[in-house]
């Protein structure tokens, strides 16, 4: 069965500084690996995602992801964080063959706080 | 472009009343629709998918179902809310058979059951 896991329920960082947020997969064959933020009380909106080809993903909001699949991760991560970045991060994996409903699995969830 | 309309936004409702949200999509045709539940913020619990109309599959057992009359419609229902009904619910869609598609959310509907 596939599986996707966000180790840290919160990760804090300061300003200007560097983030990652963590996430490991499990799944048969090669997956496809998906990033998403929500902000209070809204939707999820798609950051980025990981298909096939170069290992590092660049997405929305200055945000990258970086596939390895000897350690089975897709860790987000930005250069510089901003207070605007703070909110609820979530990893998702899918099988790479169609399956009926064509579900996405999705992680835990991180909660990412920005400090000035 | 596609777009996802999700209402209401917010809903107070007294335990043993029922319940209809309703979700739409527009500029896409034959798309798979979700409806998931968002409980305290954090994870997600997938409540039902439908790959087309009137073909739907509950993920778990529960007190909600689901229908889909027309094909950018879904609607989640319930004859007599209970407490634990309460949650953040999201309506979502992809790409009918396109495995790397992401999925696109609703903006939610907070639901109180009181």
């Known amino acids: 069965a596939q599986s996707v896991a966000q180790p840290e329920d919160q990760v804090n960082v300061a300003e200007g500084n560097p983030l990652t947020v963590k996430c490991t997969y499990s799944v048969s064959g090669n997956p496809y690996l998906f990033w998403y933020v929500q902000y209070p009380n809204r939707g999820l909106q798609f950051l980025l995602k990981y298909i096939t080809g170069d290992n590092l993903v660049k997405g929305s909001y200055g945000f990258e992801a970086e596939f390895n699949k000897s350690q089975t991760s897709f860790h987000l991560k930005k250069p510089s964080a901003l207070v605007s970045d703070s909110a609820l991060y979530f990893c998702?994996?899918?099988?790479?063959?169609?399956?009926?409903?064509?579900?996405?699995?999705f992680g835990g969830g991180t909660r990412l706080m920005v400090k000035p | 472009s596609q777009t996802i309309h999700q209402w209401p936004a917010t809903l107070v409702q007294p335990v043993g009343s029922p319940l209809s949200l309703e979700c739409t999509v527009e500029g896409t045709s034959n798309p798979n629709l979700y409806w998931y539940r968002q409980a305290a913020g954090r994870g997600l619990q997938l409540l039902f998918y439908s790959i087309g109309i009137d073909q739907i599959s509950s993920e778990v057992p529960q007190n909600l179902s689901a229908s889909r009359p027309q094909d950018r419609q879904f609607i989640l229902s319930s004859k007599k809310l209970l407490l634990s009904d309460s949650g953040f619910y999201l309506c979502?869609?992809?790409?009918?058979?396109?495995?790397?598609?992401?999925?696109?959310f609703g903006q939610g509907t907070r639901l109180t059951v009181v």
């Open positions: 998702a994996v899918r099988f790479t063959y169609y399956n009926a409903g064509n579900m996405l699995t």
């Open positions: 979502a869609w992809s790409v009918r058979q396109a495995v790397s598609a992401e999925a696109f």
